[in-house]
């Protein structure tokens, strides 16, 4: 009896230990935090900031899908390579793109890979710099173009990758310039060619990159129209200098424009299949057609090879987070010398005064980033949805 007693005692005894060991483990793991927390815990659904110098808050998602598989949890703090910068984050962007990387869409995605951290850009103050990097010092305020990431409080980027906030700019306004306007630049530029006086049609005028490029054409020289689904969002492309809006909704839109234009130089193309019919009759002879988005369908039925030959015009396509690190860098370089300095000063141009401006359409807490992506993928925004990471006096 009294062995039977001392059995039951020390079995219980065991079971007590193996518990000890397991809660702290389990709390020794959590003070750790792993590299990618998991999304489906309810430690993470309300998550606190935390006093650790190695983690932080950042979106993520277990499973490719819709906002709703965004939520808040930990990650590591990047350590930035020799020719990298550690950027503090303040504020970054919802792009369209980051809306199919979400569900797993984006061209080139992997689906069978865990799903990144979100976020295509960033702005903030540089918090420490790699062993080879000279071109930054620690409290800058930068902005700069990423391959994933910017949903987190901190982020490692290559410093060719970052260019100066401009003055009178906040850190928020700042995170949503350099995917967008950077995108509309090399449309414009490295792709587009556009010249002095030519004619150019863009499409999803009230979207991020359609206010960015009008701006950024007046500023070439030449001359915007644009093509947007509400009159909003037209007006608001013609406060900042677009020359004629047409609504799509409304019905077609070539007809107007070859009325107001005679035929565009060159067409700004975020929509591809429903508009291409449209597209190839606005274009003038030797005109370019940039094609940098699908929103109307990868797929063409009908003569177009035909028709655009009869015009000698080209179609080209091209998209911005594909392109490689010294591509990136000769880009931001030459925005920053050619754009960047108008968001501080005017530039003349034809007589007159242009400065360029960020159009923002609506700020989100970094935890409603789902929130975000319904927003935009609602298309109920004119111009960016930021997404603020933490206030600028912290």
């Not at 020390?10 to 959590?30: A, D």
């Not at 951290?117 to 800058?140: F, N, P, Q, R, Y």
């Not at 490295?190 to 007046?218: M, P």
């Not at 111009?383 to 603020?388: A, E, P, R, S, T």
């Amino acid at each position: 009896m009294v062995l039977q007693k001392l059995n039951l005692i020390l079995l219980i005894v065991i079971m007590l230990l193996k518990q000890v060991v397991k809660t702290n483990l389990h709390l020794s793991i959590s003070n750790i935090a792993p590299s990618f927390s998991s999304c489906s815990s309810s430690l993470f659904q309300n998550i606190q900031r935390h006093s650790s110098s190695s983690v932080m808050r950042a979106i993520q998602q277990d499973e490719f899908g819709g906002p709703e598989k965004l939520c808040l949890g930990n990650a590591s703090i990047p350590e930035p390579s020799k020719n990298e910068v550690l950027v503090k984050i303040f504020g970054t962007a919802v792009n369209r793109a980051d809306c199919l990387m979400c569900k797993g869409a984006y061209p080139g995605q992997k689906k069978n890979s865990k799903p990144d951290i979100l976020g295509l850009e960033m702005s903030g103050k540089v918090h420490s710099v790699g062993l080879a990097s000279t071109k930054w010092t620690i409290g800058d305020r930068v902005m700069g173009l990423l391959p994933k990431g910017g949903y987190a409080e901190y982020a490692a980027i290559d410093e060719n990758h970052v260019m100066a906030v401009p003055d009178g700019l906040s850190l928020h306004e700042a995170g949503g310039i350099p995917e967008v306007w950077l995108t509309a630049y090399q449309l414009l530029h490295f792709v587009g060619n556009v010249k002095e006086n030519d004619i150019v049609l863009i499409h999803g005028g009230g979207s991020g990159v359609g206010t960015a490029a009008v701006q950024l054409v007046r500023l070439a020289g030449a001359i915007p129209i644009v093509t947007a689904g509400t009159k909003d969002k037209i007006d608001t492309c013609l406060s900042l200098g677009a020359k004629n809006g047409f609504n799509y909704k409304e019905g077609e839109f070539a007809p107007g424009v070859l009325e107001a234009t005679g035929g565009v130089n060159l067409i700004l193309d975020c929509v591809g299949g429903s508009f291409w019919k449209q597209n190839v009759a606005c274009l003038a002879p030797e005109g370019t057609w940039v094609n940098y988005g699908l929103l109307g369908g990868a797929n063409i039925d009908g003569p177009i090879l035909g028709l655009l030959l009869a015009k000698r015009a080209s179609l080209l396509t091209t998209t911005l987070k594909s392109r490689s690190n010294e591509y990136k860098a000769r880009l931001i370089s030459e925005f920053s010398r050619n754009a960047l300095p108008y968001f501080v000063k005017p530039a003349i141009v034809h007589g007159q005064e242009i400065r360029l401006k960020p159009i923002i359409d609506k700020e989100f807490k970094l935890e409603s980033a789902s929130d975000a992506h319904r927003h935009v993928l609602g298309n109920k925004n004119i111009g960016k949805v930021l997404l603020i990471v933490q206030d600028e006096k912290d």
